[in-house]
């Protein structure tokens, strides 16, 4: 009795941890969701989080997405390409016209960070794709505890990930400020020119 007892825990537990490294790996790496959250952050550490938190929410539709309208998606992956290469673009124009950290006007009202950072993720192309293949696949195999670390990992990384940048960007004065603010409008045009040229190549194939 007691050995199935702390079998049914070990189970739940390493699907629960598996999924907790995942979402380590998937929210840690640069990219242009965290070069947004990292430009809102020089601001104040809670408008980072907001964006991060709308790209959270962005992620669990899109998981819900995949798992239950698969066919739906595969189909209209293609059009996201031009759509998230549009979408970068203009944050990453937004992000280059903000002033100085301690300047607010010219900055997205504190109201529209949420849906801004949802907006970013529900459009990328690259985020739909992963959750179309290794997402799916890995809370498949591993289930809902999976789902639940991969989830809390995310949320630790969006409440933590803002404090570290604005830290950085207050105590490295505007030589940090910019470095951070220019980092993160390049990565971003970067992602979107390469949006653009794999849409085009997927329309012209």
């Not at 979402?23 to 840690?28: E, N, P």
């Not at 965290?34 to 790209?55: M, Q």
């Not at 801004?116 to 505890?145: C, D, L, R, S, V």
Request: hydrophobic share 50%.
């Amino acid at each position: 009795m007691g050995k199935h007892k702390c079998d049914g825990y070990q189970v739940p537990m390493l699907n629960y941890l598996a999924g907790l490294f995942l979402g380590i790996s998937l929210a840690a790496p640069p990219g242009p969701m965290n070069g947004l959250i990292a430009a809102e952050s020089l601001a104040s550490a809670k408008r980072g989080s907001l964006t991060g938190a709308g790209a959270m929410t962005a992620d669990a539709t899109l998981m819900i997405v995949s798992l239950e309208e698969y066919e739906l998606l595969r189909r209209i992956t293609n059009y996201f390409y031009p759509v998230g290469a549009a979408v970068m673009l203009v944050m990453a124009i937004s992000v280059a016209r903000e002033g100085p950290t301690a300047s607010v006007k010219g900055r997205t009202p504190t109201t529209f960070l949420y849906a801004k950072g949802y907006f970013m993720g529900i459009t990328n192309p690259f985020q739909i794709g992963w959750w179309m293949t290794a997402g799916t696949t890995f809370i498949g195999i591993f289930g809902p505890a999976s789902a639940l670390g991969l989830f809390s990992a995310i949320s630790a990384w969006i409440l933590v990930f803002p404090q570290v940048i604005n830290r950085s960007g207050k105590y490295g004065g505007s030589t940090a400020y910019s470095v951070i603010k220019w980092a993160s409008v390049l990565t971003m045009l970067a992602f979107s020119a390469y949006f653009l040229y794999v849409g085009f190549a997927s329309f012209t194939r």
